[in-house]
Each structure stands twice: as structure tokens, then as C-alpha cells.
């Protein structure tokens, strides 16, 4: 008798908790142009096929949801049907949706996005915080995420910067709610070869994942709104916070400590509140006196977005990011320890960055809306290198001491019109005042710079519907930089053409240009420099051309092959006759007077296989044959330097089911990167410098053996009635193989040193949402 009691009460336990772990998937269908919620529009949620219709305000909701995956179809009358897969629900922590649909103009297929309408026609890819907490070794970071796609490759294990298509990564533009801002990286020297800092590129993000909502990574022939980049752009979007719940997310890693709050400012209204403050798990152990081979590193941010929606004057919001990081490396004190030029020195590196804006919706009529945003980012960099006396390792002297500034305030407007189902404008610009001031490495001859001007770019964009299978969008972009008084008028089209309900064939081309780097304008910005002319170099431009094939399959997989072109031209080279070109340019300081004659070609074709995640597994397979060549003012066309020749990247997992509450995931992701290509080194020529003395006769001749990276990640989540943890294990290189860095002269042992990237990286981390 008391055995069945027990196991009556045993069962009846086991029975309310599966009961309990369960939560709610909820959100708002409102079109895409205008903003104006859409009552009455069919949503179904999948695998439980689960129905329902939006009210009068756009709203709709499932309650009672067991937690785990799950996908969203979207219909209503005279709009196209899509479906948002890899809805990950779980305990604790509602899901929230802003679905926006485009009115329907006759297409046959069915969209299986996560946001109403495709950015661009053609190199477009939705990065979702979904996937960067599940992707193995992204470290929360949706750039890192984009090494899974094809044609993209990291410059560096250390850092987020990214070669694309062949391309520097200065080529690249990060955005946030569609304004440019400054590089928004903690730490943004990590990885270089002269230790200084990039422009694009650095160890952390410091938008912290809690506040990322969908961003879009584009890598070629851009869409009219978007101007000066080469390469690509990761456009960063801010999610609202939870605006009927408070909620809270606390992580603990190897990568830091987080803490993000969010939720409604009252129950009367739908203004909400979302933030997140995060401090450097390596901070901590610095602090304590643990540093990693003689670094101490440090960093932390804040972050925050405010949604104040109204029911006349449309939807404001203010957000905000900043973040402080520093690396100070210190000379072993025991001086027969020293092996390498660097062990000699103490460097330190500071890093601060921060930007505030605000962001206005407001829907005009049925048929049209306006968005307007204004953004003020800055940066700071500082470093300093001092050569420690090995006869008296206190004393020290500094050798060298460079510091980089920038400034951005940017204001945005947008109108889109919809003029019939068929035809609808975008237009709008940019305007940006920005400033930049750079401080030479060297102390003895310092040169020291600073510029400021307007960047004015006004576009405008058609998109209209010449059948029920064929799309076209035509747009023009225009860039205008008052310091050098250089115009860039941009023509941009793309056509699509349904092929049946399941493949379409599209071709993009886009005129680009890019302004030149801070480094190329004020090198030797001095009265008495002859360099002085640099400041009237004009961007750097580039044709591009791209053909797409895509093909949908069941069950959620899909193929797309696209080939592409990029004719490069306007590139700075060296003034008289040399193979340097800014094209190969990362953080190297510029020294010599130039001249805009320079050009370059990048062309390849890339291949992706994807099934999302359906039926507890899924595979991203991609790949990329290319070619990246550039000339010099010497007339010889060479390779440059990020002619990796191919890129491969497999990235898949699978999640297994442990009784209800427990769920156990395992991924993986296997880089095979072409090698980049390197200077040789004139070792006579060193000697007598008694520093690091290329061979430019020879530029990027020697190429750097294949790159090759497997990573894995390994979570465990657990949940329950009001929340639910995670425990996960991300473990990058974990063959530990050694990929090629960089070479260089090293002054201490008198010979060519080849330096590793990073091997076996373990990052342990616990995750709690509540």
C-alpha cells in the first residue's frame, strides 16, 4: 500500500511538472511598408499545426506551448505567405515575433524567411540570435557566425574581421538599425601583425547577443540604401524588450559575465525596456593577478534599448552601447626567459568605444511610412610599446606610442510608397558629419593628423513587379565627401525570375565606393609633407555582378550556386612606381604620397546546401573557388594579399531528448580556408634595419599553407517551470592544428620567426533565463 502511495505521488509529480514547462509564443503580422497592423491574418504554428487569427491589432498568441523548436506560417489576402523556422521556445522566457508582410504581386513560391521581404535579390544572409547561441565557437558573435557562409573567411582566430569575396577587411561596413557607425569591438587590435588597431575588426563584439534581434550580412551588389563598402555589410538590429513580462537572462563564461534585464515600464501601456551590463571573466581573474602568457586582458560594456511605441505620433526608440577594453602585456621580469623580440617589451592597449541613437516609425497613410534614425558613435585607441633593459628591467624606454580618434553622427530618413500591389519607391539619405584624427608610430618623426567632413548620401530605389514571375528593382546611390570634394553616382539593379514554386534565377549589378581609410588621408598630413595631396584622393570604387540560382527542396532544405565578378578601380597606389596598393591594407600605417590609378579584380563562384533545423538536426554545407588579383603602379597584376583561392565550411548539429525536461545538443563547424598570400622577407636588409624589411618586388608571392579549424559545441538545457538553464561547452580548434599567422624579423633571435594563429580554445559557459 505505501508503495503505490509513493508511486502515485511519484508519477502525479512527474506529470504536473510536464505540465508546467510550458510557455508562450506571441507577436504582432503588420505590413511592411506601411507598418499598419493586419487583423485577420492566419498563423499557424508547426509541428503542433496549431491556429489561429490576429485581432484588430495585429496580435496573436499561443499559450500553453511545451517548450522546444518550432516554425511560424503567415498568411493573409493579397500578401505573400511565409514561414519563420528555428523558433526555439523555452520555459521561462516568452518568444516574440514582429512579422511584417509585403503585399503580394503574383509570385509562386512560398518565402521561408525570418522577416517579410528579402533585403536583396541576390548575397543576402539572415543572421538570428538563434543561431549564435547555437553555432558552435561564435562566441555570441554574429560576425563570427558569417565564417559558416560561403566565400567569407576570418582574417584572424583572434578577431572578428572578415575577408569577403577576397576583400580586405576594411572593405567592410558594420551598420546598426541602418546607420553606419565606428568599429563597435572591444579590443580591435587582437590579431594584427603590428599589434595596432583595425578599422572593422576586434576580439569582442560589444553589443552583447541579448539585445540582437535578426541582423542581415550582404556581401555583394548591395541594394540602393546601402554606400560605402567594397566588401560587405552586417547590419545590426536591435530587438524590443518583452513588453507584457519582466524577464531576465544571466550568463557566466570564459567570454564574461552578463546580465540582461527587460520588460514593460507599466501595465497601461507598450512601452518596454530591455538592457544588459557585462564584465570580462578575464577581468576578473587580471584582477586577481591571472594573466594569460603575460597579457592581461580587460573589458566590459553596457548596452540598452527603449521602445516607446504611441498611437498617433508612430514609434520612437533610444538605444545605446559603450564599452572599455584594455590589453597590457609586461616583459618577464626573469630575463633568460626571454625568447622572442616581444618578451623585451611592455605594450599597452586601450580601447573605448560608444554610440547613442534614436530610431522614429511612423505610418503615413495605407500606402506609405517614414523612418528616420540618428546615431553618435565614437572611438578611441591608444597604444603604447616601451623596451625593457635587460640589464635593468626596470628601466624602459618608449619606442613607440600611436593613438587613433573617430567620430561619427549620422541621421537617416526613409519614405517608402507603395503606389499598387505591383510598384513601390524607397528613397531617402544619409547624412553623416565624421571626424578622424591619427597619431604615427614613431617617435622620433611623429605625424599626426586629423580631418573632418560631411558624407552626404542621398538614394532612391524602384521595385516593381513586370509579371507574376519576374521582379525588378532599379536604384540609384550617390556618394559625396566634402574633404575631398569627391562625387560617386552609384547605379544599382537586380531582376528575379521565378523559374516554377521551387527555383528562381536572379542577377544583380552594383557600382560601389568606398572612402579611403583615415591612415591614407592624413599620412603626412603635416604643412612642410609632400603627402599632403593624399587628403584629394577619391574613394575606391568597385562594379559588381552577381548571378543567383537557388532551388527549395522538402523538409527545409535548399540549394544556392551564385557566380560573381568584381572589377576594382580608383585604388590608392604608390604615387610613382611600386606593387603597394591599399587594396591588401589591415592596419599598416601609410607613409608615401599616393595616386587613385590603382585597380583590382575579385570574381569566384560559391555553393550552399542548407536544411534548417527541422526534425532535431540541421547542416549548413558551403564553399567558394575564387580568384583576387590586384595592380600596382608598376603596371603588373599580382595576387593579393587574401587570395585564399577556396573556402569550405560545414556547420550542422543535432539535439537528442532526455526524459521532458532536459534536451542535449552537439555541433560542429569545420573551416578548410585557402592559405593567404605574404611578402618575403629580406633578411640582409633586416639585419642591417634591425627590424622587418620586406621584399616589394616580390609582394604576396609567397603563399601561407591551408587554414584548416574544427570547432564543437556541446549544451545541455534544462528546464523548468519558470526557467530554464543551459550549460554549454564551445571548444575552438579542437584538433588543436597549428594555422599560419604571420612572419616577421625578430630582432632578439636575428632571423625569420613564423607565428601560429590560436589552438585549442575551451570557453565553459552557463546560461539562465528567468
Sequence with gaps: MRFSLLLLFLLSTLFTKAQNITSTIRGTVKDADTGIPLAGAHVVLSPSETGGVTDVLGNFRFTGISAGRYSLTVSFVGYDKITIPEILLESGKENVQEIKLGVRAGQLAEATVVSSRPVAFNSVQAITIEQTLRYAATYLDPARVTTSFAGVAAANDQANGLVIRGNSPNSMQWRLEGVEIVNPNHLSNAGTFSDRATQTGGGVNILSTQLLGTSYFLNGAFPAQYGNALSGVLDMNLRKGNDEKT?????????????????????????????????????????????????????????????????????????????????????????????????GQDIIYKNK?????????????????????????????????????????????????????????????????????????????????????????????????????????????????????????????????????????????????????????????????????????????????????????????????????????????????????????????????????????????????????????????????????????????????????????????RKSRFDGRHTFSFTGGKEFKSGRESTWGINTKILWIGGFRETPIDTEASTAANTTVYDANRAFSVKMQDYFRPDLRIYWKKSKAKYSRTLALDIQNISATKNEAYSYYDTYQKQIVRKDQLGLIPVLSYRWEF
Excluded: C
Design 247 to 343: 524577464e531576465f537572462t544571466a550568463q557566466a563564461g570564459l567570454i564574461g559575465l552578463d546580465l540582461a534585464a527587460e520588460g514593460p515600464f507599466s501595465k497601461k501601456s507598450k512601452a518596454s525596456y530591455l538592457a544588459n551590463y557585462r564584465y570580462s571573466f578575464t577581468g576578473l581573474l587580471g584582477a586577481m593577478g591571472v594573466n594569460f602568457g603575460g597579457e592581461d586582458i580587460r573589458f566590459q560594456d553596457f548596452s540598452f534599448n527603449i521602445s516607446l511605441p504611441t498611437e498617433k505620433a508612430g514609434t520612437f526608440t533610444f538605444f545605446g552601447l559603450g564599452g572599455v577594453s584594455s590589453n597590457t602585456f609586461k616583459a618577464d621580469k626573469d630575463t633568460t626567459a626571454w625568447e622572442f623580440e616581444k618578451d
Design 353 to 637: 568605444m560608444g554610440a547613442v541613437g534614436a530610431t522614429h516609425m511612423l505610418g503615413l497613410s495605407s500606402r506609405a511610412s517614414l523612418n528616420s534614425t540618428i546615431v553618435a558613435s565614437g572611438l578611441k585607441m591608444s597604444r603604447e610599446g616601451y623596451v625593457v633593459n635587460p640589464e635593468n628591467v626596470q628601466d624602459k624606454n618608449l619606442r613607440e606610442r600611436d593613438e587613433q580618434t573617430k567620430g561619427r553622427v549620422s541621421l537617416s530618413s526613409t519614405l517608402t510608397y507603395r503606389f499598387n500591389e505591383r510598384s513601390r519607391l524607397k528613397t531617402g539619405m544619409y547624412a553623416t558629419w565624421q571626424t578622424d584624427g591619427i597619431a604615427s608610430p614613431d617617435i622620433k618623426k611623429p605625424q599626426v593628423g586629423k580631418i573632418d567632413g560631411f558624407v552626404i548620401q542621398p538614394f532612391a530605389s524602384w521595385n516593381y513587379h513586370l509579371s507574376s514571375r519576374l521582379t525588378s528593382e532599379i536604384g540609384i546611390h550617390n556618394l559625396y565627401y566634402t574633404t575631398s570634394k569627391s562625387n560617386s553616382l552609384e547605379p544599382r539593379a537586380a531582376l528575379r525570375f521565378q523559374v516554377n514554386s521551387s527555383q528562381q534565377i536572379s542577377f544583380s549589378y552594383g557600382l560601389h565606393s568606398q572612402l579611403q581609410l583615415p591612415q591614407v588621408y592624413i599620412s603626412g598630413k603635416n604643412v612642410q609633407s609632400p603627402l599632403h595631396s593624399n587628403l584629394l584622393l577619391g574613394p575606391s570604387k568597385s562594379h559588381h555582378f552577381v548571378m543567383g540560382y537557388q532551388k527549395n527542396f522538402g523538409n527545409s532544405t535548399s540549394l544556392k550556386v551564385e557566380v560573381y565578378d568584381q572589377e576594382l578601380y580608383q585604388i590608392p597606389v604608390n604615387a610613382l612606381s611600386g606593387s603597394f596598393s591599399a587594396i591588401n591594407l589591415i592596419e599598416t600605417f601609410v607613409d608615401q604620397k599616393l595616386s587613385g590609378t590603382g585597380k583590382g579584380r575579385n570574381y569566384g563562384i560559391e555553393a550552399t546546401f542548407q536544411k534548417l533545423l527541422t526534425g532535431q538536426y540541421y547542416y549548413l554545407i558551403s564553399g567558394s573557388l575564387y580568384d583576387a588579383t590586384y595592380v600596382g603602379s608598376d603596371g603588373i597584376r
